[in-house]
């Protein structure tokens, strides 16, 4: 006989474990099943995110800018220090710790919300009308699979790392996300194939702790995605701390051994080149997940890139069965998951959950941070949109000169006519933070005048946010 639960989540990633919690919140009873193993085999809640993706990447991006400021900076502030060594293994059993935090942390959730955890693989068995049936078998060997009847499914089963073709991750010498976060040696030569996110932050990580990094990017424009304006500088700055970055980088072939890697590739003139490094990390972008789902025996409906197809709400073709996350559309963010996890569970409910992918920031750690949100000026101009834009850089901002770390700016983009924020691009010290006040000024369709009204703490590095809304009218105060 099935266990019965309003919800099951497959899945506890930021998505999953979210939605598992807003469920509990609401007053239903929920299953969530994960499958992740911790290094002795133990539950490990959080996805991704938590074990390989965004919390162990900022503690390593953390752990290595500090050694770089004290390499570099330090003796700037007056500071001086002598015999300066790096201890690798701590630093990395640091970033290990932080992540078994997080684990803990949402295990202590789980409880506290009287979620069912299972440790294990979730796989959909039969759909009838008294709801759909997932088998779940445990990572515990010696434990018996257990069948579980939800009123609802919460498929969140993630993303993984896409491969170059014919070239599988071995971890030791060619490294997904999760190998490039556990690098014993740092490597003399370091090559990263994709400056996308997740290539420029671990490029920078290894770049920092003594790696000579050279990256190679299949596209002929550096982070297309972004404001180009924004790109430009990013660009300048990372090749002045030393990451060599080549665009319009086709790769022919890559070859390991005993030696180390060689990339064959050809550049942007169309010479034939080859890159000889120690370790190469590949982040050419994610695919979905549903290895494992049975996805077949309820009929749920993929579609042709293989995510699970859902309508704007995350509802599958299988009535009861929803999908949120990196499984299904939209960006591979932890927050966009975790919103759709929210909204998902105030739908079954009946509530009207949103999610407005129009306000959703992207950041991207590197140093210098870089964050958005809305649109950029080349989506503005291609929309045949009338905008005003202002921009102003932390060169200017008191507080960046008394940190040291005057690079960027804050640039606004505002509606010609109504002067309704477009978008805003932050180049410079803590834009993840900084990013918010934009967030929340387009989620109130705030005008840039309206940011140029509030009262800034001062000295702070928000007040280049302001004088940026200022400068959108040509009347910035402190340039
Ligand atoms: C290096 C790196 C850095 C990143 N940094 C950031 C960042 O700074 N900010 C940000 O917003 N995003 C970041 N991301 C992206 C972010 O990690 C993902 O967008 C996010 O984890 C997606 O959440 P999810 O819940 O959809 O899936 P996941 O986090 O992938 O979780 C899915 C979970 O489902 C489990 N699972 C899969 N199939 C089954 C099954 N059949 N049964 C049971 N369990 C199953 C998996 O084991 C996993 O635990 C980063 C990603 C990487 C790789």
Known sequence: MATQFDVIVIGAGPG???????????????????????????????????????????????????????????????????????????????????????NDGIIYLFKKNKIAFFHGSGSFAARSDAGVEVEVTPVAADKPAEKLLGRHVIVATGSDPRALPGVAFDEKLILSNDGALSIANVPARLGVVGAGVIGLEMGSVWRRLGADVTVLEALPAFLGAVDQDVAKEAQKVFARQGLKIHLSAKIDGVKSGSGGVTVNWTDAKGTAQA???????????????????????????????????????????????????DVVRGPMLAHKAEEEGVAVAERIVGQHGHVNFNTIPWVIY???????????????????RAYKAGSFPFMANGRARALGDTTGFVKFLADATTDEILGVHIIGPVASELISEAVVAMEFRASSEDIARICHAHPSLSEATKEAALAVEKRTLNL
């Open 16 to 102: 999953g474990y979210v939605a598992a919690i807003r469920a509990a919140q609401l007053g239903l009873t929920v299953a969530c099943i994960d499958q992740w193993k911790n290094a002795k085999g133990g539950p490990a809640p959080g996805g991704t995110c938590t074990n390989i993706g965004c919390i162990p990447s900022k503690a390593l991006l953390q752990s290595s800018e500090n050694y770089e400021h004290a390499r570099h900076h330090f003796a700037d502030h007056g500071i001086k220090i002598g015999d300066l060594s790096l201890d690798l293994a701590r630093l990395l059993a640091r970033k290990d710790t932080v992540v078994k935090q997080n």
């Open 366 to 384: 590197t140093s210098p941070e870089i964050a958005w949100v809305g649109q950029t000026e080349q989506q503005l101009k291609q929309a045949g």
């Open 275 to 325: 890159l000889e490094c120690d370790r190469l990390i590949v982040s050419i972008g994610r695919v979905p997940n549903t290895r494992g789902l049975n996805a077949a025996a309820v009929g749920l409906a993929l579609d042709e890139r293989g995510f699970v197809a859902v309508d704007n709400d995350c509802r599958t073709n299988v009535p009861n069965v929803w999908a949120i996350g």
